[in-house]
């Protein structure tokens, strides 16, 4: 009988001892922890920009009907003054247009032209509120738009704007984890957005570019320690197509502090014709 009591208190302490082991997390993703931080620190950077654009398109020198749209792309708060880079291929598609070539009804083919005009452009702030802006800066080679809240709006007043500091930021390399930051369309509420990917492939040739899973247009990519790579952008190689990259934060940074001051676009177009009408007008009175 002791040898069984024995036996029963023996197996009991057996298991108070198995319970009472300390049980051991599992351990923790650390990019997971960083992307977590990133999208606390920075989600209201990433806004959503709604543009007005009217494309005028000819072929053989004739005008096509002109068409109006509404486009809706992502760009990202590089200046406390309401300053915004995106890619200026949402909003300027004339490069996607420009030099395709279509068939005529009398069998032959011609080359089409096209240019835009933007008409209206305003910034959604993450609570909904609408902020006037203007076009301030365009590149269409390096697929670059810089996008300028009016200081002079009443809404302007009410916006708080996050900037990213672009001059803040790394070189990454293959096969590295990234983190990228995002917005949701209007279905799912416009709520900010993160995701975490791997740099694919690095080109290098005439510019730096990154090939990273998980970027988005108009957005920005960090590393896994949550240090800046770059915004995403459209890398077109003539007409043999284009791919979505990410341009180095530091090649952005020059050009966004000529955008934070610049005049509109289309103020600089009505002085530029100002000026022409007063030069027209000097020479025809010399005349």
Avoid at 22 to 38: D, F, Y
Avoid at 144 to 154: M, P, Y
Wanted: aromatic share 4%; proline share 4%; glycine share 6%.
């Amino acid at each position: 009988m002791k040898n069984i009591a024995s036996l029963k208190l023996g197996a009991a302490l057996a298991v108070c001892a198995v319970v009472a082991q300390p049980i051991i997390a599992a351990p923790l993703n650390p990019v997971v922890e960083s992307a977590k931080k990133v999208f606390a620190q920075h989600q209201d950077s990433v806004l959503w920009i709604s543009a007005r654009i009217k494309i005028n398109v000819s072929a053989e020198g004739q005008d096509l009907p002109e068409r109006e749209q509404k486009v809706m792309i992502l760009g990202t708060v590089v200046g406390a003054n309401g300053l915004l880079v995106t890619t200026a291929t949402a909003i300027d598609p004339s490069r996607e247009i420009s030099g395709r070539e279509v068939q005529m009804r009398d069998g032959g083919r011609t080359r089409l032209e096209a240019s835009v005009e933007v008409k209206e452009v305003q910034i959604v702030m993450p609570d909904g509120l609408e902020v006037p802006a203007e076009v301030v800066y365009k590149d269409i080679d390096q697929d670059l738009a810089f996008i300028r809240a009016k200081a002079d709006s009443k809404e302007f007043a009410s916006a708080k704007f996050k900037a990213i500091d672009l001059k803040d930021s790394v070189k990454t390399d293959i096969a590295d984890e990234t983190i990228s930051l995002g917005r949701a369309d209007e279905v799912l509420g416009r709520q900010p957005s993160v995701g975490c990917g791997q740099v694919n492939a690095i080109l290098s040739k005439r510019h730096l570019f990154y090939r990273i899973s998980s970027s988005g247009l108009g957005t920005p990519t960090f590393d896994a320690d949550g240090k800046l790579i770059g915004i995403g952008v459209v890398h077109r190689l003539g007409t043999k197509g284009s791919v979505p990259v990410v341009m180095p934060a530091a090649d952005i940074a020059s050009i966004a502090e000529q955008a934070k001051n610049a005049k509109p676009i289309a103020a600089e177009k009505s002085e530029k014709a100002d000026k022409a009408d007063k030069s027209a007008d000097k020479s025809a009175d010399k005349n």
